[in-house]
Every structure is written in structure tokens, then in C-alpha cells.
């Protein structure tokens, strides 16, 4: 099992609490999407609109719909960057160093 599941629970209740909020794609899913020719790799920060919690395998993902072109992307937790002005940015980067922990011992990143 890779999430401790209050405690995702937990995260995943104050980040829906917190929405609408702004984050970062992290460079290597940037530059998959630009190699995939996907438009809305052309901008790095996103509005993440909704989340949710895709089981055990998927982790929490955040949905970021780009209204102009009914666009959307679903994409891990582990594949943005929050502000670190947010006051749950440091819940966010413990449950994002302890998910790539969990994935490096089974050899799954």
C-alpha cells in the first residue's frame, strides 16, 4: 500500500477546501506533453478545478480544465508543484516525497 489513508483523506479534503488554486507542472511532465503535442503544455502554471483520489495505484489527482479549448488534464499529484505560500504546501511535498518513496522501493519511477 503506498497511501497512508487518513492521511490522504486528510490532504485530499484541505486541498478540495482550497479550490480554485494555482500550480506548477513539474519539467519532465512538461516536456512528455510538449513531446506528445499536447496545447496545454505550452504554459507551465495551471488552475487545478477539482480533485480526486484514483485508488492506491493513482493517487490524488488534480483536474485542470482549460475553458477556452474544453481541454483537460488529469494529472498526479507527484506531477505539480503547489506555492509554497499555501498554507498545506508542506502536507502536499510530504505526501509527494513519501508516494515517489513508496514507488522507487517497488520499482515503479
Known amino acids: 500500500m503506498l ?5 490522504t483523506a486528510r490532504l485530499l479534503s484541505a486541498l478540495k477546501a482550497a479550490l480554485p488554486f494555482k500550480v506548477e507542472l513539474v519539467p519532465s511532465l512538461v516536456n512528455y506533453l510538449r513531446e506528445q503535442h499536447v496545447a496545454i503544455a505550452d504554459q507551465t502554471q495551471h ?10 495505484e493513482g493517487g490524488i489527482v488534480c483536474h485542470i480544465v482549460r475553458p477556452e479549448d474544453q481541454g483537460a488534464l488529469v494529472v498526479s499529484l507527484t506531477q505539480v508543484r503547489v506555492p509554497r505560500t499555501m498554507p498545506i504546501a508542506a502536507a502536499v511535498a510530504d505526501y509527494h516525497n513519501h508516494r515517489v518513496k513508496k514507488l522507487k522501493k517497488q520499482g515503479r519511477a
Not at 497511501?3 to 492521511?7: A, F, I, L, Q
Not at 488552475?47 to 492506491?56: K, N, P, Q
Request: hydrophobic share 25%; no cysteine; net charge negative.
Open 3 to 7: 497511501d497512508h489513508p487518513e492521511n
Open 47 to 56: 488552475i487545478v478545478s477539482d480533485l480526486s483520489y484514483a485508488g492506491d
